[in-house]
């Protein structure tokens, strides 16, 4: 079946470092993929998505490109700040069923 | 404000008690999830329901059951046959059930088996 597969943690930069995230996924058909963010203590929040091959779904600094080729949704950020520390999800949504990755844990340090 | 509100935040229940955990939403959704969430693991489908009156089983349904009488509450109930249900509860809604459709999260609840 349907499964993501993300970048074990964690993970711990230093402010203003660069920050990659690996997701893959393996997927019968064509899914969506999706980067969620959970703060402690609280629900998940939606980072960014995207829906297509060679789409780039970008918010607060992050972004994330879909790549069929590789079967890959990379999260990138080019500098990141010790607010950005959280749990993030890697997701895929496909035939009305949404996986989930296992979660990586950053920690951002000043 | 719109969005998925769960209570109570915090649960204690003693076992073979049976504990029921209320999420409501006001976004209109049709679609409502439950999922499951461990310490330092992802998240697991408990039950999810496209429409009211009707609900599906997800991937560890065992010892938990639901209901859907209105469009707006999905509540869960853990019961005594739950063996190790101390976990994060996440409630969570889409527009439907369908690829690519973004799910929303409540703020979850905590329960601990005392």
């Known amino acids: 079946g349907d499964s993501v597969t993300q970048m074990e943690g964690p993970v711990t930069l230093s402010e203003e470092a660069f920050l990659t995230i690996n997701c893959t996924y393996t997927?019968?058909?064509?899914?969506?993929l999706f980067w969620y963010v959970q703060y402690p203590g609280e629900g998940l929040q939606l980072l960014l998505k995207?829906?297509?091959?060679?789409d780039k779904g970008s918010n607060k600094g992050f972004e994330a490109t879909y790549r069929k080729e590789t079967t890959s949704f990379h999260l990138e950020k080019g500098s990141v700040q010790v607010s950005d520390s959280a749990v993030y999800f890697c997701a895929l949504s496909d035939n009305n069923d949404m996986r989930f990755g296992a979660g990586t844990r950053l920690t951002v340090k000043p | 404000d719109g969005g998925i509100t769960q209570s109570p935040k915090y649960l204690f229940r003693k076992e073979g008690q049976n504990v029921t955990l209320s999420c409501e939403q006001n976004?209109?959704?049709?679609?409502m999830y439950w999922y499951r969430q461990d310490p330092g693991q992802g998240l697991r489908l408990i039950y999810y329901?496209?429409?009211?009156?009707?609900?599906q089983k997800g991937d560890i349904a065992e010892g938990y059951s639901v209901s859907r009488e209105k469009k707006e509450s999905f509540p869960l109930t853990v019961t005594s046959a739950q063996k190790n249900p101390t976990a994060f509860y996440l409630c969570?809604?889409?527009?439907?059930?369908?690829?690519?459709?973004?799910?929303?999260f409540g703020e979850g609840s905590w329960l601990t088996v005392v």
């Open positions: 997927a019968t058909g064509y899914p969506s």
């Open positions: 969570a809604s889409s527009p439907r059930v369908k690829a690519g459709n973004t799910i929303y």
């Open positions: 995207a829906t297509k091959a060679d």
């Open positions: 976004l209109n959704h049709d679609a």
């Open positions: 329901s496209q429409i009211v009156n009707d609900f």
